[in-house]
Every structure is written in C-alpha cells, then in structure tokens.
C-alpha cells in the first residue's frame, strides 16, 4: 500500500494513497480501534446534505467563490448518493461530539473536491475541509442536526410505511377471522369467549397507536441545532446561514425543519432523540407482544393450542423430522429485545451531556439509527411472511369453546355463582364439558343450554 503525507493541527500524518480523507480521519481510525462499527450512513448522507446546502449558501453569502463551491456540491452529492459509503471508517466510539465523523465528512468532500478539480486525491488546497467545507458550522451543531434529519427521514420513510403494511394485514385478518369463535384466556387459563378477528384487531389497533407515537416525535425532532456552532451562540456563522439551509433541507425532504428555538438546549440536550427511542421501545414492546401470542396461538400442532397455523418457512429441528417453528415471530421477538436494549443506551446517551454539549451522540446515533433500521424491516417481514399467511383452524377453536370450563360462567344468572362453580368443579373432576355436567345434574334442558351456551354465546361476541 501506498501513502501520501497530509497534515493537521499536530503535525503530519501517512493516509493511505486510495482514500479520499486526511489527517484527522486517519488519526482517528488509528485511536479509536474499538468495534468495528461506523457511524451508521443516513447520518453520513445526512451530514453531506448538510454540506451541500451549506456551500449553496455561503456562497449566496458571498462568503465562498464559485469555482469552491461548484466541486463541494459535486462531491457532496456523490456522498449522498452512496459512491463513497467505503469512506467512513471512524468507530461509534469516538469523541462524544462526532468531530471526528465531522472531519471525516469535511475531508472526504474536500478531497473528492480537489481530485475533481487538479486530478490529485486528498489535501487541503484549492478545497479545504475546515475553511471551506465547514464553514458556518461546528461539528457540535452538524452532527445533531444530522442525527435529527436521518432519524426523521428514517422514521418516514422506513419505520412508518412498514407499520402501516402491518396494521393492514392485522386488520384484514381480523375481518377474515370476524366469525371465528375461540376461547378468551386471562392468566393463560381459559376464560369466556372472544373471537379470533377480537383478538386480531386488538393487535392492529396496537400497531396503529404505534404509527401514532412514531408520528409525534417527529415534531420535536424537526428543530435543528443548525446554527449554533460551537456552544450555542452561533459565533462564525452568518446570521442567515442556518435559516437559509434549512430552506433548502426542507425543499429537498418536504420536511418541515425549522431551526431550533433554543440553541443552547439544542446543543447541550437530546431530548427529542430520547423520545423518539421511547416510542420506538414502546412499539417493540407491542411488536413483541403479538409475536409471542402468535407462537402460543400456533402451538403444537398436537399437543398446544393450534387454533392458528402460521406460514412454514423452512425446517425447524436438526434432529426432529417434520417440525416447523415459528422462525419469523421469533425473530421479531428478538429484534424488539435489541432496540429495548438500544433504548437503554440512548437514555444513557441522552444524559451523557455536560453544560454546553452532549458528549454520547455517536452512541446515541448509532442506537437509534441501528433501531430505526432493524424494526422497520422486521415490521415489514411480520407483515408479508408471516401474517399475510395465517390460517385459521375453525374446528379446534369450536372444540376448545365447546371444552372449556369457562362456559359455567353462563350460567350464573340461572344458578347463581356457586352453583355454577360447583358445577364447573364437577365437570372438571368427571372429565365431562360444562354442558355434559348439566345435562347429567338435570339443571338444564338440553333446549335451555342451546339458548344460554350456543345462542348466548353469539350475542355476547355479536350483538
């Protein structure tokens, strides 16, 4: 390998010939080889948005010539677009401002900038990261508003349109299922009756106060700290620069950001980042809620509960023929534990701040991005490869009602509590069903439990 000599504020640094970044980015990759886990790049591409409409308006600003301007647009429209993904090797856990994934960014452009311009990767001249690239900005508002830009666009575009293909799917299912009478369980013992289409729409109204809550983070994420430099105060950015970038962010998202009210929370806090993980751990809670009712749902097939049948995907035993698991609810399982894992880290994350600045954003951006990315997709396959998929078992649901001890509880308005208890109780002991118990004990004509367990039953779920 090849290396070409760059410099910064310490001194001179060997970068490798084939990247496009410096000094600081080299330094970087070299003090903190921690994980192997990079910023995640909707921040990056965020961060080269960020860019490109800051040397827009600079240069409106006559702050940056033209012939500057014209190649840190290009390059920062290539970051944009994925050409340089390979360009960002800086570990989650660096400095807790993100300078370095700052500087990583800055260089790239300028040296993607300067090739374009002189043919030569890499260096500072005739573009230079910091003057140029990073003018009006400190990476102490940058990384921020970039987290907050990814987060929102991740949110929209990723997390919510696979909740709404999976509310639509529950709630067909629970049209589908509408008829199918099964028995209710509280404590996992039998209760009374529901019908399984009860049972699903509980699950799709689930999901879709989940889009809810996803929804209303959104609001305080759309203010940006953009603006406020190093501690808040906005020292060396044009006093129109952050409102003029946020324009054109918001042209080029349809978004509606707008610049924070309050620099100095905007920078020292992440409030609104905390409270977009909490809706995301509240979803993965919901999410989990279901998958696991799911698998009870799916048991056996002989020897649970089976009054559904899920989808076989693929062989379930290495060593038992013929068995089928419920992979997908399992998986969805556990994506939900990992972003209420993630949560945690972005709570704590979230209180890692001191005075002026948060110094946790990189583990806070990486958290929740990691959640953002993994809950989306796992949303959508619950959707397409498993509940698009579920079949109901009409006949097991109609054997379980029919066994179900839970039936006495109909008859308390004719016997009264404890009659019906002592009845429950002897059917249970003789093996019979509530209505074999009362057929035998007299207590009911074989027309009278037709009208209070059959036709009573219906009125209760449909009436």
């Known amino acids: 390998m090849s290396f070409r000599k760059e410099r910064d504020a310490l001194g001179p640094v060997q970068v490798p010939d084939e990247v496009y970044y410096g000094a600081s980015t080299q330094r970087a990759v070299e003090n903190f080889p921690i994980s192997g886990l990079t910023i995640p790049l909707p921040i990056i591409h965020a961060m080269a948005m960020i860019k490109k409409h800051a040397a827009h308006v600079n240069h409106r600003l006559g702050l ?43 260089e790239v452009i300028a040296g993607r900038a300067n090739e374009l311009l002189t043919g030569k990767r890499g260096g500072k001249s005739p573009v230079h990261p910091n ?63 529901v019908t399984l289409g009860q049972e699903f729409s509980g699950y799709a109204r689930q999901v879709q106060l989940g889009v809810q809550r996803v929804q209303a983070v959104q609001k305080h994420l759309s203010e940006l700290p953009l603006g406020g430099t190093a501690v808040g105060t906005g ?22 950001f707008l610049e924070a009210e309050n620099h100095f929370e905007a920078q020292a806090a992440r409030d609104a980042a905390v409270e977009a993980s909490g809706a995301l751990r509240t979803l993965a809670v919901s999410l989990s809620k279901i998958a696991h009712d799911l698998r009870w749902l799916a048991s056996g097939p002989r020897s649970g509960l089976g009054e559904i049948m899920l989808p076989s995907l693929q062989p379930g035993s290495s060593i038992m023929p013929g068995k089928v698991n419920p992979v997908i609810p399992e998986a969805v399982i556990q994506v939900c534990a990992q972003v209420q894992a993630g949560d945690l880290a972005v709570v704590l994350a979230g209180q890692g701040g001191t005075l002026e600045l948060n110094v946790m954003m990189p583990l806070l951006g990486h958290s929740l991005l990691h ?27 109609a054997a379980n009602v ?29 093996g019979e069903t509530v ?25 209760s779920l449909f009436q």
């Open 131 to 193: 003057d140029h690239v990073n003018l009006g900005q400190s990476s102490n508002d940058v990384f921020p508003t970039a987290l907050h830009i990814a987060t929102v666009l991740g949110l929209r575009g990723h997390v919510i349109p696979s909740l709404v293909l999976l509310h639509e799917c529950l709630l067909k299912k629970s049209e589908e299922f509408r008829e199918v009478v099964k028995i209710g369980r509280t404590h996992v013992q039998d209760a009374v009756p």
């Open 435 to 459: 209505r074999e118990a009362a057929l035998r004990s007299g207590t009911h004509s074989q027309e009278e439990l037709k009208e209070i367990l059959d036709e009573g039953i219906l009125r």
């Open 64 to 106: 940056l010539p033209v012939s500057i301007k014209d190649p840190i647009l290009a390059a920062a429209r290539e970051i944009q677009a994925g050409s340089w993904d390979d360009q960002f090797p800086v570990d989650v856990f660096q400095t807790g401002s993100g300078t370095s994934t700052n500087m990583n960014v800055n």
């Open 402 to 430: 029919e066994r179900s001890l839970a039936l006495a509880t109909y008859l308390v308005p004719s016997l009264g509590y404890d009659r019906a208890a002592a009845l429950a109780r002897e059917a249970y002991e003789r």
């Open 235 to 256: 020292v060396g950015a044009h006093p129109l620069f952050a409102g003029e970038v946020i324009d054109r962010i918001v042209e080029e998202t349809g978004h509606a």
């Open 371 to 397: 959640s953002i990315h993994i809950l989306g997709n796992a949303a959508r396959l619950f959707a397409v490869k498993c509940v698009e998929g579920i079949v109901a078992d009409r006949k097991i649901c």
